[in-house]
């Protein structure tokens, strides 16, 4: 669902900002991509009174042991980093059962070049989870270039099981740097990677990509949103 703001309300000029957003009671204005046996994702309206979350994404890797659900951007090279602020969020319910090393996951939000598989892929700046990375807690993530300079940050938080988390990602107009917010905090912020220019485009995105195991891992998005500022 694309979200327009009523006329009285002047955070939003078309001349200054892009904004995109989906309460996820359907896909649009972003896309989905899915990969192996059963992998789906699918879309429930729920009432406003249902915890305040009126559309809920229900997210599947299915059994395949690299299966994934993704939702995103329709392209990933859409986003510039050079014209203004750039910030993304998210609400995610983690899956029920935790990453382990019998059925290991990766749980993927952010800025990335790559819809398939962002966990180390890719341009961008992400929040991430997999249970042999920073001892199970979220991980802030940055890469300026495709197989290029990263770093990683820890967020101090452990990851618990069906459980939502509120997630944001701001990045100032420089491409750093990159602020990483959970449940309304800042947990982590990475200055040494910048993210600039034509040739580092991405696009925004969420998701959940298998790495082993054949049971299938369900996570749930509540919303997603893209805001940047531009001059035109």
Same mark, same amino acid.
């Given at each position: ?11 939003? !000029? ?10 996820? !009671? ?50 990933? !090279? ?23 090393? &019998? ?22 700046? &992400?929040?991430?989870?997999? !249970? ?11 890469? =300026? ?17 069906? &459980?939502?988390?509120?997630? =944001? ?34 696009? $925004? ?21 893209? #805001? #940047? #500022? $531009?001059?035109?």
């Amino acid at each position: 669902m694309i979200q327009t703001y009523p006329a009285t309300r002047d955070r939003f !000029d078309p001349r200054r900002t892009v904004f995109l957003h989906s309460d996820l !009671d359907s896909v649009a204005p972003f896309t989905s991509a899915v990969s192996g046996t059963s992998a789906a994702i699918t879309f429930t309206t729920l009432s406003l009174g249902a915890a305040n979350r009126f559309g809920v994404a229900t997210m599947t890797t299915g059994t395949t042991t690299t299966g994934r659900a993704t939702i995103g951007s329709a392209t990933q !090279d859409g986003i510039i980093f050079n014209a203004g602020t750039v910030i993304a969020r998210t609400a995610i319910q983690t899956p029920s059962s935790l990453s382990d090393a &019998t059925n290991r996951y990766t749980l993927n939000f952010g800025f990335t070049s790559t819809l398939a598989n962002f966990y180390t892929a890719g341009i961008g700046a &992400t929040i991430r989870y997999r !249970d042999n990375a920073n001892s199970g807690k979220w991980q802030a993530y940055a890469a =300026e270039a495709t197989g290029g300079t990263s770093a990683t940050a820890d967020t101090g938080i452990t990851v618990a099981a069906s &459980t939502w988390y509120a997630m =944001e990602i701001r990045m100032a107009r420089s491409g750093g740097p990159i602020q990483y917010f959970i449940n309304g905090s800042l947990v982590a912020t990475i200055s040494t990677i910048a993210v600039t220019g034509s040739a580092n485009p991405c696009g $925004v995105a969420c998701g959940i990509v298998k790495a082993l195991g054949t049971t299938a891992r369900t996570m749930y998005a509540d919303y997603l949103t893209f #805001e #940047e #500022e $531009v001059t035109r």
